[in-house]
């Protein structure tokens, strides 16, 4: 807690990484991951500015319920 997770990241395969911390989620996709991002109210300042490889949803049925 409270540590950059981009040392992690950095040693994972590539798969899903799933946030409700935008800078978790950036981390998550620069290190090759698909990032979804839980909307919480402590993240909604960063969606509108959000690259869009980051996947915004709602709650988690939305990620497991995902067409692609």
Known sequence: LGESKETSLAY???GI???DNYHGALAGHRHGHTAFMLRCS???QWEADSIKEI???DTWEDILCLKT
């Open 55 to 57: 996947r915004w949803v």
């Open 42 to 44: 402590h993240n909604r």
């Open 17 to 19: 990484w799933i946030e």
């Open 12 to 14: 994972m395969r590539p």
